[in-house]
């Protein structure tokens, strides 16, 4: 979706703010709020994509007036009430009325070392032979879905080069919405900055993506 | 006097989101999902276990040896978790290796993707619109706020994350360093080297 989180080439958000020694937490709400996302993750009623898509579905103004923290919470009040497990009237007055729905699993503490040394990798056997090979010119797809997608606008409807073949992977546009995991290819794709910025753009500059096979045609 | 000053304390710690969390927390561990402990652990483990530490290693590492240099080039995950780095938000890593030629810079324009298993938490600055705007389109200028200047002729490769692979910068060697360990050398390896929105520390800067 074009939503609030396609960011790349968007302008007036002022200059970046390093932070001199800055901490790795702000707060300690943003601790629990790590930890709280990543048990609930951990339930197995969505996928990456699909938080993904919570978060980036915030109303625009929410999305920019909120700290990544901020967003993942609001992301994942909207999935734990779309999956049943908490109600708005729960989150409204702070304490459990009732049972839920019943998650796959609960992270239990002498669980969580292994279970993030594991990860979620999302690397799947693709059937078919890619259809590119590193040096073939491609072209991204011009579209404009509404719902998830990782082909950002600004990499839409250009020409690059594939520079790798990386692996069959999850396709995030169709799991983000519960109609599985359908694995494609996915290619790095190098861009030059004149094709992508046109004029006045850094003509030292290129920029790459990784690109699932869907998103590419021939050039 | 002290009822209005515990009065103010209260308000400040139920500031809206410190409250938003709590209630959220407090609903899953009544009702069973969420043991709170499981938080404890992973908060420490990002606090004291899995930070940019491990990417610097995987840095010095590959300085000194060649043939993990190799590795770490052909098959990054392999390589890193030859180190002990696995995990989430790591298990598809790809190591790219500035050149005299070429700066490397990572960004995710789309959300946050970054290596937490080599690099830890991202900063809030990765996270933020300023950064994954303008790292794509302006990257010069994003590294003049890091008061890196780069040699006008350095062709700047700009890795947005849009898939699951997961990119750590190696930063060039610095000059001077053929004297040192792997554990010195891992000292001069800042976080942002690693994301390319700086270089390696030269000796003596530190």
């Known amino acids: 979706m074009n939503g609030p989180q396609d960011l790349g080439g968007q302008m007036g958000f002022g200059p970046v703010a390093p932070e001199k020694d800055e901490p790795i937490f702000h707060a300690e709400w943003e601790k629990r709020a790590l930890g709280v996302t990543l048990a ?18 915030l109303h625009p103004t929410d999305y920019y007036s909120s700290s990544y923290y901020e967003i993942w919470i609001k992301a994942l009040e909207t999935l734990l009430k779309r999956h049943g497990f908490v109600t708005a009237g729960e989150l409204a007055h702070g304490t459990a009325d009732g049972p839920g729905a019943t998650p796959k699993r609960v992270l239990k503490a002498e669980d969580v070392p292994a279970t993030l040394a594991r990860g979620g990798p999302c690397d799947r056997p693709v059937a078919r032979q890619p259809r590119f090979a590193p040096g073939d010119r491609v072209r991204t797809k011009n579209f404009h879905p509404q719902g998830h997608t990782r082909l950002p606008r600004y990499a839409r409807d250009r020409e690059g080069v594939v520079e790798a073949l990386r692996d069959g992977f ?31 753009a850094d003509p030292t500059l290129t920029v790459s993506i990784d690109a699932w096979e869907s998103y590419l045609e021939p050039a | 006097m002290s009822h209005d000053h515990d009065h103010h304390h209260h308000d400040n710690e139920l500031d809206p989101m410190a409250a938003r969390v709590r209630a959220l927390e407090t609903i899953l561990t009544q009702k069973g999902l969420i043991d709170p402990a499981a938080i404890d652990v992973i908060v420490e483990t990002y606090e004291t276990k899995v930070g940019p530490r491990n990417g610097a290693k995987v840095v010095a590492k590959a300085w000194s040896d060649p043939d993990f240099a190799g590795w770490l080039q052909r098959d990054a995950t392999e390589a890193i978790a030859s180190l002990g780095f696995t995990g989430r938000q790591g298990e598809h890593m790809q190591a790219v290796f500035n050149t005299a030629d070429t700066h490397n810079l990572v960004v995710c324009t789309l959300c946050s993707c970054y290596p937490w298993t080599v690099l830890g938490l991202p900063p809030v600055w990765y996270k933020a619109p300023p950064y994954r705007s303008r790292a794509v389109i302006d990257p010069r200028g994003v590294l003049a706020e890091f008061g890196l200047a780069l040699p006008e002729e350095t062709k700047i490769r700009v890795w947005d994350s849009t898939a699951e692979l997961r990119y750590l910068v190696v930063p060039m060697r610095p000059k001077d360093t053929e004297a040192l360990d792997e554990e010195a050398l891992a000292t001069l390896v800042t976080r942002d080297s690693m994301i390319g929105t700086g270089l390696a520390l030269e000796p003596g800067a530190r």
């Open chain 1, 40 to 57: 609930a993750g951990a339930f197995g009623a969505w996928n990456i994509d699909e938080s993904r898509h919570a978060r980036e579905s």
């Open chain 1, 170 to 200: 999850v396709f995030p546009d169709s799991n983000a919405h519960g109609n599985g995991e359908s694995p494609q290819w996915v290619y790095t794709v190098v861009f030059t900055g004149a094709e992508i910025w046109g004029e006045g």
